[in-house]
């Protein structure tokens, strides 16, 4: 029989209007009173922050904000936080945002107590210890990350994207506020909700998932195929947008005692390479990297089919696989995610060096099917072509 474990310590508050009780929660854990509160410029733009920031302060808490950073962030970037992280003596990291944010935020709580860049945690130069409290509150559907051990960062002299991975970067806590989504764009939502689905459908498919990942990412699939196309066409529909951060939270508890898959290191690589938004690159491969996969364990792949309700219950296994890659493809059409061909800067001549990145992901071995550099090349030419 097959040995797993599932670990997560993260404390979870879910419901509208949470982000208020964000200083009651923060004492409770004896979250000292200095704060590096890590967001991006759109966030702040939006007006997200100022309440939140206002409410920290008048309960006592000095917070000082870190928005220097990038859609894809960069280790320079989590270098000069971490600096300003000891600049102001803070004792937690607070990150409001999406992926960016919160994978900003977990690197700069490990570098800013510990020192040294985030290669030399990825590549065991220092050993992950020693890091500051980490408060997650998201403010799309999407990543996961507010629950995950995982921080994705590029670095930026190699266009390498590196995971931090340890239990340590779990956060404290996670405040999910479905306010704080009704005003993403609806090509945020399409891709960050795409995100969410790969998770949950590699996180089931993966290697090394396990029956809790698999429970968590059947309810996550069901949930975001259902909730993402509403959430889509009108971002103030409360049921939908409250379900969309549901689903990916599901999502990120699924893959995050698991892993992900060849659909991540393809869109990882996209993304060192190009900047290419993060559930953009995702939802290009996903079909293609699903029709490769298929081919390994058939049942499952048709269970899956029939969760997201693209195939049917009396579908043979040949039938719901063929359903499940036809209904994937119509479900990012219809969220307008657009084809590879079509993305900014890329080129069939970096096609190369996408494999090399892909192949290097540490997240590779863990795809359903065994997966090679040629393997990765004909995924690529497949989805470049549309086919």
Same mark, same amino acid.
């Given at each position: 029989?097959?040995?797993?474990?599932? $670990?997560?310590?993260?404390?979870?508050?879910? %419901?509208?209007?949470?982000?208020?009780?964000?200083?009651?929660?923060?004492?409770?854990?004896?979250?000292?009173?200095?704060?590096?509160?890590?967001?991006?410029?759109?966030?702040?733009?939006?007006?997200?922050?100022?309440?939140?920031?206002?409410?920290?302060?008048?309960?006592?808490?000095?917070?000082?904000? #870190?928005? =220097?950073?990038?859609?894809?962030?960069?280790?320079?970037?989590?270098?000069?936080?971490?600096?300003? /992280?000891?600049? &102001?003596?803070?004792?937690?990291?607070?990150?409001?945002?999406?992926?960016?944010?919160?994978?900003?935020?977990?690197?700069?709580?490990?570098?800013?107590?510990?020192?040294?860049?985030?290669?030399?945690?990825?590549?065991?130069?220092?050993?992950?210890?020693?890091?500051?409290?980490?408060?997650?509150?998201?403010?799309?559907?999407?990543?996961? =990350?507010?629950?995950?051990?995982?921080?994705?960062?590029?670095?930026?002299?190699?266009?390498?994207?590196?995971?931090?991975?340890?239990?340590?970067?779990?956060?404290?806590? +996670?405040?999910?506020?479905?306010?704080?989504?009704?005003?993403?764009?609806?090509?945020?939502?399409?891709?960050?909700?795409?995100?969410?689905?790969?998770?949950?459908?590699?996180?089931?498919?993966?290697?090394?998932?396990?029956?809790?990942?698999?429970?968590?990412?059947?309810?996550?699939?069901?949930?975001?195929?259902?909730?993402?196309? &509403?959430?889509?066409?009108?971002?103030?529909?409360?049921?939908?947008?409250?379900?969309?951060?549901?689903?990916?939270?599901?999502?990120?508890?699924?893959?995050?005692?698991?892993?992900?898959?060849?659909?991540?290191?393809?869109?990882?690589?996209?993304?060192?390479? $190009?900047?290419?938004?993060?559930?953009?690159?995702?939802?290009?491969?996903?079909?293609?990297?699903?029709?490769?996969?298929?081919?390994?364990?058939?049942?499952?792949?048709?269970? &899956?089919?029939?969760?997201?309700? /693209?195939?049917?219950?009396?579908? =043979?296994?040949?039938?719901?696989?063929?359903?499940?890659?036809?209904?994937?493809? +119509? #479900?990012?059409?219809?969220?307008?995610?657009?084809?590879?061909?079509?993305?900014? %800067?890329?080129?069939?001549?970096? #096609?190369?060096? &996408?494999?090399?990145?892909?192949?290097?992901? %540490?997240?590779?071995?863990?795809?359903?099917?065994?997966?090679?550099?040629?393997?990765?090349? +004909?995924?690529?030419?497949? +989805?470049?072509?549309?086919?």
């Amino acid at each position: 029989m097959k040995s797993f474990n599932y $670990y997560c310590p993260t404390k979870i508050e879910m %419901g509208t209007g949470k982000t208020m009780e964000l200083p009651e929660m923060l004492n409770s854990l004896g979250i000292g009173s200095s704060i590096l509160l890590v967001s991006d410029p759109g966030v702040i733009r939006a007006g997200l922050i100022d309440p939140i920031q206002t409410r920290l302060e008048s309960s006592g808490y000095r917070v000082s904000i #870190f928005d =220097s950073l990038a859609p894809n962030p960069r280790d320079t970037d989590c270098i000069t936080g971490a600096a300003q /992280f000891n600049d &102001i003596k803070a004792e937690a990291v607070v990150a409001i945002g999406g992926g960016s944010a919160m994978d900003t935020g977990k690197a700069i709580a490990l570098c800013g107590p510990n020192g040294g860049t985030p290669a030399d945690y990825v590549d065991g130069r220092r050993e992950y210890t020693n890091i500051a409290p980490i408060i997650c509150v998201p403010t799309t559907a999407g990543t996961g =990350s507010e629950v995950t051990r995982s921080s994705v960062i590029t670095e930026a002299a190699t266009h390498r994207k590196m995971t931090l991975k340890h239990a340590l970067l779990r956060p404290a806590l +996670a405040v999910l506020d479905p306010e704080l989504t009704y005003s993403v764009p609806a090509s945020v939502t399409a891709a960050t909700g795409v995100d969410a689905l790969v998770h949950a459908i590699e996180g089931y498919t993966c290697k090394i998932t396990n029956p809790i990942s698999q429970a968590l990412g059947a309810s996550a699939m069901q949930t975001i195929v259902s909730a993402l196309p &509403i959430a889509y066409k009108d971002g103030q529909n409360e049921e939908a947008r409250y379900a969309m951060l549901k689903g990916s939270l599901l999502a990120g508890l699924c893959f995050g005692s698991a892993d992900v898959a060849a659909v991540h290191c393809l869109a990882e690589a996209l993304g060192g390479l $190009y900047d290419t938004p993060h559930g953009v690159a995702n939802s290009v491969f996903l079909p293609y990297v699903l029709r490769f996969n298929s081919t390994e364990n058939r049942p499952m792949h048709a269970k &899956i089919a029939r969760y997201m309700r /693209f195939a049917k219950d009396s579908d =043979s296994d040949d039938i719901a696989i063929e359903k499940l890659i036809n209904g994937v493809t +119509a #479900f990012t059409e219809n969220l307008n995610i657009p084809k590879l061909k079509d993305l900014p %800067g890329v080129q069939k001549k970096d #096609f190369p060096r &996408i494999v090399e990145l892909a192949m290097q992901n %540490g997240s590779t071995p863990s795809n359903v099917r065994t997966v090679t550099a040629d393997d990765y090349l +004909a995924i690529l030419e497949q +989805a470049y072509k549309g086919i």
